[in-house]
């Protein structure tokens, strides 16, 4: 059974949810990915993590970071995630709050105390971490997409990690939409998205904060609104590649 299933209850969630993957099966089948797939990858990747560290209040141009210039420890953290993602997918369903250590320790390195690193921050509620863990883990029933955004708002709101912590709670919610299988090969850029809708998604964050079912719902249409972008982005590098070949 799904734990979270109630949720598709909510208006205009199930079909929001529902539109967004449909959009991200289109954008998996663009016929650049046959030939180019490991360049589009790569890009996705990279403007995945500039996307990201701007989220945290740290913009950078894409062609300052592909150039090297760019040593701001936050971007730099967001593009270690970026690559690191990988070697996480199976353990991920696992051991969650090993991943999410890791992913800290990735994130956070030269922009909080060495100590601090992979380490929770003192006063989160350890129980509420505990039981995303718990939907993380053995859980076969809550559609990917669902849960990747329950993953993602409820590590937003718990701020269990110091420093940028909402780098780690994006890498969790693509964590799960790889593993889960909506995008085996990481390639939707959702945290452009989340970029492009950026007041949206503060305020949609913020409302899933209080709790109440209208801020949970405002938060489930926004994040089925940035996968539905990051699946658009992707067809358009697609489209890229292919005017350049």
Not at 85 to 91: C, E, H, Q, S
Not at 127 to 137: C, N, S, Y
Request: hydrophobic share 50%; glycine share 12%.
């Amino acid at each position: 059974m799904d734990p979270l299933a109630a949720l598709l209850d909510l208006a205009g969630v199930a079909p929001a949810l529902d539109a967004a993957r449909d959009r991200v099966d289109d954008a998996l089948r663009h016929r650049a990915l046959r030939r180019h797939g490991g360049q589009i990858a790569a890009e996705a990747s990279l403007r995945g993590a500039v996307a990201s560290a701007a989220l945290e209040g740290h913009r950078h141009g894409l062609d300052d970071v592909r150039a090297g210039t760019v040593t701001d420890p936050v971007l730099q953290g967001a593009l270690r995630v970026a690559e690191g993602l990988g070697p996480l997918v199976d353990l991920w369903p696992r051991a969650p709050r090993q991943v999410l250590a890791r992913l800290h320790v990735l994130a956070a390195r030269g922009a909080v105390p060495d100590a601090e690193l992979g380490r929770p921050a003192a006063g989160f509620n350890s129980d509420r971490l505990d039981a995303l863990a718990g939907l993380v883990a053995g859980n076969a029933g809550t559609p990917p997409l669902l849960l990747a955004a329950i993953v993602h708002a409820e590590l937003l709101a718990l701020r269990a990690f110091a420093g940028p912590a909402g780098i780690v709670a994006r890498a969790a919610a693509r964590l799960t939409l790889i593993g889960r299988g909506l995008d085996p090969r990481g390639l939707v850029a959702v945290d452009v998205g989340h970029l492009a809708r950026e007041p949206e998604y503060v305020g949609a964050g913020g409302a899933y904060a209080t709790g109440t079912p209208d801020g949970v719902r405002s938060w489930l249409r926004h994040y089925a609104a940035a996968v539905a972008a990051g699946a658009d982005e992707l067809t358009a590098m697609g489209d890229e590649v292919l005017a350049a070949a």
